[in-house]
């Protein structure tokens, strides 16, 4: 049975991130993975990494939470709209608080190296746009899934990561948002 967190970006739980995250949940319980989430936007936490890595700043229990299920977790699933090509505010808080020195990686001493602390997992990444994917991908290059993806999963140590952009959300009807859902159900199921 594979370990599932599904992690929710989103601040608003009226979006239709909330409803891709339901269905990404809905196709995993068929295929019988253990489920746990995180959403983002019902933490209770400082989102600013005040003193950097310099000093050390106690997590809030719903980030020491977070971090049990990141470590639980066999397989990630980061749910977020793409907004000015990152992620919403909250969630780059989320990352900034919750992803640090000992947790999920490891300076060397006198080193440019680190350790990765978070290896063995893989992860999914599932986007929603304003613009077309391949907008996106052609014209900016696609910042925010080289921030998540290398810069952020990778560096940690999660090594197999796929992406799923999901537009243009905006200007698309009922019926390809359906379709959409479908789409993210079947990933559920194949657990991927």
Known sequence: MQKILIINGHPDAESYNYAVSDAYKKGAAKAGAEIQQINIRELD????LQFGYRKRTELEPDLLEAQEKLKWAEHLVWIYPVWWGSVPAMMKGFLDRVMLPGFA???RENS??????LTGKTAR???TL???EWYYRLVYRSPSHHAMK????NYIGVKKVRITAIGPIRLSKKELK???LKKVEKLGEMLK
């Not at 936490?45 to 600013?48: D, I, T």
């Not at 440019?112 to 602390?117: E, I, V």
């Open 130 to 132: 304003d613009q077309p």
């Open 45 to 48: 936490f400082n989102p600013n």
């Open 112 to 117: 440019l190296w680190w350790d990765k602390c």
């Open 105 to 107: 990686f490891q300076k």
């Open 150 to 153: 290398r810069v952020t999963l």
């Open 178 to 180: 359906e379709k959409w």
């Open 125 to 127: 990444i599932i986007c």
